[in-house]
């Protein structure tokens, strides 16, 4: 049996280490959800306590440990097309005007999805541009899907779901999503969709390799989690990497920390970058 008590000092420093390492704040009610998920990375060291878990993660060979322990505790709910008005505007006002702007002399258009979890969101994303783009190869188009967590991300790229997570769509964005049967009662999506995203690790505190611009960046439902002063920091690297008439697009209950000068809010939680 696992020993999944955890002392007031073991939290603190799991917290302050979870923090550091990906700006997380876990807060005081999370306790006991914490616990239960330390007590998997417990399970599979082959310890027996949440205690003795603390104590390992104090020795120099727990450096390979902290991205098992970030991927034990970061939330990954999310699901095909949520917060629908975001594609909507996707769909109808951004992608349309970017594809005339762009085609014809190999523009680029460049999307991304920046807390991607398990693909929902950028499958759906892929799957409305792949409906305005239509067969058209006169624009580059891609879309950049990233997460911290490494687990979730091989998810993602596998993009095989229980059709449960589909019946529930609303009929005019099901068959955008392209399901291909997978043979095991799951689904696919299909290459096509598959070949418009690159997955890759990134955490949204550290250094970003890219340079940008990109026409539109997803944020949503990670800033939840994080202090003012790091929402505020991502805010302005976000800007300097969105081109001006790009747009952001925050979770549902997520706002800036402050008024920035470069984005003006121009819909539910869309926020466009002045030129
Ligand atoms: C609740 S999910 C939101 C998924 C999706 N954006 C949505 O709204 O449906 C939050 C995601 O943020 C990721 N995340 C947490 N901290 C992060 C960080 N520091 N850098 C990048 N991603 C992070 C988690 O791994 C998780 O997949």
């Avoid at 923090?19 to 914490?34: D, L, Q, S």
């Avoid at 990670?222 to 925050?250: N, W």
Wanted: proline share 5%; net charge positive.
């Amino acid at each position: 049996m696992t020993d999944v008590t955890l002392t007031r000092d073991d939290m603190g420093f799991i917290s302050k280490l979870v923090y550091e390492h990906a700006g997380i704040v876990i807060r005081e009610h999370k306790e006991a959800m914490t616990r239960g998920r330390l007590a998997r990375r417990v399970k599979a060291l082959g310890l027996h306590s949440v205690a003795e878990y603390c104590a390992y993660l104090k020795t120099p060979q727990a450096a390979d440990e902290i991205p098992e322990l970030i991927n034990a505790v970061t939330t990954n709910h999310t699901s095909f097309f949520r917060e629908r008005h975001h594609f909507d505007h996707l769909r109808k006002d951004v992608l349309p005007r970017l594809v005339q702007e762009r085609s014809g002399r190999r523009g680029r258009i460049r999307i991304w999805c920046s807390a991607a979890s398990s693909g929902e969101e950028p499958y759906s994303i892929a799957a409305v541009s792949r409906d305005v783009l239509g067969n058209r190869s006169d624009v580059d188009f891609k879309i950049l899907a990233t997460d911290i967590d490494t687990d979730i991300l091989a998810k993602a790229e596998a993009a095989i779901y229980s059709p449960d997570q589909f019946d529930r769509l609303p009929s005019d964005v099901k068959p955008l999503l392209k399901l291909e049967n997978s043979g095991r009662g799951e689904a696919r999506i299909s290459d096509d969709l598959r070949r418009m995203i690159a997955f890759k690790r990134l955490n949204l505190i550290e250094r970003w390799p890219m340079s940008g611009p990109f026409d539109v960046i997803f944020c949503r439902n990670v800033f939840i989690y994080f202090d003012t002063q790091t929402k505020a920091s991502i805010l302005d690297r976000f800007v300097t990497l969105l081109a001006p008439g790009g747009f952001l697009y925050l979770g549902h209950s997520e706002s800036l920390p402050q008024p920035h000068p470069q984005l003006r809010l121009i819909g539910r939680t869309i926020y466009e970058r002045l030129p």
